[in-house]
Nanobody, 125 residues
Framework: QVQPVESGGGLVQAGGSLRLSCTAS????????MGWFRQAPGKEREFVAAISSWSGSSTPYAASVKGRFTISRDNAQNTVYLQMNSLKPEDTAVYYC?????????????????WGQGTQVTVSS
């Protein structure tokens, strides 16, 4: 199994940038589809971005982050990244990394098998 661990969250002003990292131990990272989700207080966990296994050639994004966020992966480092630019206060949330066996990399939470503990991102106005 693949166990994700997130890092890189913090406090940033609106318009700023952050890069989240997710390092996965165990399993075969390269063959896992990976996703980022976020959950704001009082709201459901929502899809942010995902990346297909191996080359990571497919990268769907939520409409709210498209053009501002970029997901990428480094299989040699067992790590997936989420570069977040032009951050807005509404991006404030706990961000979770998830891994899916069988190369799933879509928007459906229940199809991801392994989840990290989350990292807090706070964007001040």
């Amino acid at each position: 199994q693949v166990q994700p661990v997130e890092s890189g969250g913090g406090l940033v002003q609106a318009g700023g940038s952050l890069r989240l990292s997710c390092t996965a131990s165990g399993g075969t990272f390269s063959s896992a589809g990976m996703g980022w989700f976020r959950q704001a207080p009082g709201k459901e966990r929502e899809f942010v971005a995902a990346i297909s296994s191996w080359s990571g050639s497919s990268t769907p994004y939520a409409a709210s982050v498209k053009g501002r966020f970029t997901i990428s992966r480094d299989n040699a480092q067992n790590t997936v990244y989420l570069q977040m630019n032009s951050l807005k206060p509404e991006d404030t949330a706990v961000y979770y990394c998830a891994a899916a066996s069988g190369n799933y990399y879509g928007t459906l939470k229940h199809l991801y098998n392994y989840w990290g503990q989350g990292t807090q991102v706070t964007v001040s106005s």
